[in-house]
């Protein structure tokens, strides 16, 4: 099919994600047809460097040949069959993988399709988990301003988008919500203020509706798609050790943060914390076939065995639930995490990454870079006024769009671009993503 077919077919007839379709057409669709490496390449066979991870999950680059071996051996005996009363070796190989490289706390795996399944899934289980030890009035949820946890109903009901809030509100089930700490951090000027601040709203919370409280959820170490807005250090840490106090159940979500993307394999580690619930997707599968899975510990899953009559079961499930392909290629992703110089090259490409954002702190039009990790956002400033551009004004679009022109595909988020690359990034790479974002940024900011 010919490139300007292919154009107006995604025009008619396709219906694109977070995309005000009015708008989709002033500029050509852009279509990716292959990707090798860290790079994609469009139908012109014009190649880009793929700077946001196919939206956060590639992580060993694409068609990477340990990761392909794996999907076509699996493809040779069966590409689905459901674990709806059956099983399948890779499902059983993964979840006993996951366990081994998780906090200790988590021993039990359920995997489901995609993030936002991940987070419902570990809503419904720590709603039920309550209900079966006979404690049905701790059903509240706590969550923070700005959180991201997905788009279902369940998993938005937990998101702090007031956008969001505005549109589907009704639909959604009560939550309390505690500030954004890295709003906290700004106000209060430094981090540990800022932590002081947040733990504060956190204890009296706590102290009012503790006893009515399922579960707080938090992202682990960085508010991803509100902008890349880390936690003060020590931050989940703290949150863990309350929640035990009272008796709430931790839920931390790593569908970002997992697999590599802060510098550990998970951000838990880096504070010692052990969720009661773990939800995992975007990199699982290093980028390749949608897969997620919500972990729980002992004491949760002990919670749904009785006898069959009591009904204590876990009632949920999807048809594509642990598909074998997804699995297959989990696991050869886990198994490349195994070599332990990979996330020792992730951690120098941390390094680079922030030593090469700080040059940005002094340039007309973007304010100070925020990183956690391999990932990072540098928010676009109109030079005249020291100020974001008014909304609508889409120039964080006309940023994106001039730098893929220059190779490096991006894309924005609020008043931000942000970079998420593959782990697989090279310093060079590093260096040609920032480069061609400063260069974006001068002819589209300054004009
Ligand atoms: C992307 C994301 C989700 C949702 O994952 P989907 O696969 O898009 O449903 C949930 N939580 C966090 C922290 C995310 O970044």
Not at 95 to 115: I, K, M, N, R
Not at 274 to 302: C, R, V
Not at 372 to 393: E, K, N, T
């Amino acid at each position: 099919m010919d490139l300007e077919t292919l154009r107006a077919w995604d025009r008619r007839y396709f219906w694109h994600p977070f995309t005000q379709m009015a708008c989709w057409g002033d500029d050509d669709p852009w279509i990716i047809v292959e990707g090798r490496g860290n790079y994609v390449y469009d139908a012109q066979g014009r190649r880009a460097l793929d700077a946001i991870a196919s939206l956060w999950c590639n992580v060993h680059g694409h068609r990477h040949p340990r990761l392909d071996a794996a999907l076509v051996e699996q493809l040779g005996r069966i590409a689905h069959s459901t674990v709806l009363g059956a099983s399948h070796p890779g499902g059983i190989r993964l979840a006993s993988a996951l366990v081994e490289c998780t906090p200790a706390s988590l021993q039990h795996v359920f995997f489901s399709e995609d993030g936002a399944e991940a987070v419902e899934i570990a809503i419904k289980m720590a709603a039920q988990y309550w209900i079966n030890r006979g404690r049905p009035e701790k059903s509240l949820f706590l969550t923070l301003d700005n959180a991201y946890h997905g788009d279902t109903v369940g998993a938005s009901s937990l998101g702090g988008f007031p956008l969001f809030h505005a549109v589907y509100g009704r639909l959604h089930f009560p939550t309390r919500r505690l500030p954004s700490p890295y709003a906290l951090t700004q106000a209060e000027g430094d981090a540990g203020r800022g932590l002081d601040a947040w733990l504060q709203a956190l204890d009296a919370l706590m102290e009012e509706e503790g006893g009515r409280t399922a579960a707080l959820i938090l992202e682990g170490g960085v508010q991803g798609a509100a902008g890349i807005l880390p936690y003060p250090p020590g931050l989940l840490a703290a949150a863990a050790q309350r929640c035990r106090a009272h008796e709430v159940l931790l839920i931390v979500d790593e569908v970002a943060t997992g697999f590599g993307r802060s510098g550990t394999l998970f951000a838990c580690e880096q504070e010692g914390v052990e969720p009661d619930l773990l939800a995992l997707g975007k990199g699982i599968s290093g980028g390749y076939l949608p897969l997620a899975a919500t972990l729980a510990s002992e004491e949760i899953y002990q919670a749904f065995l009785a006898p069959f009559a009591e009904a204590k079961q876990f009632y949920y499930g999807h048809t594509y639930t642990a598909n074998p392909l997804a699995c297959a290629v989990a696991l050869a992703s886990l198994e490349l995490f195994a070599e332990p110089q990979l996330l020792a090259g992730v951690r120098e490409r941390i390094a680079h990454l922030s030593a090469g954002l700080a040059r940005f702190a002094e340039l007309p039009y973007a304010a100070p870079a925020r990183q956690f990790g391999l990932m990072a956002a540098v928010p676009l400033r109109d030079p005249h006024s020291g100020q974001a551009f008014p909304y609508g004004d889409r120039r964080e679009y006309a940023v994106c769009r001039r730098a893929r022109d220059l190779g490096v595909y991006l894309r924005p988020l609020g008043d931000s671009i942000v970079i998420v690359p593959p782990l697989s990034v090279t310093a060079e790479e590093i260096h040609t993503i920032l480069r061609v974002l400063d260069n974006a940024m001068a002819e589209e900011c300054a004009r």
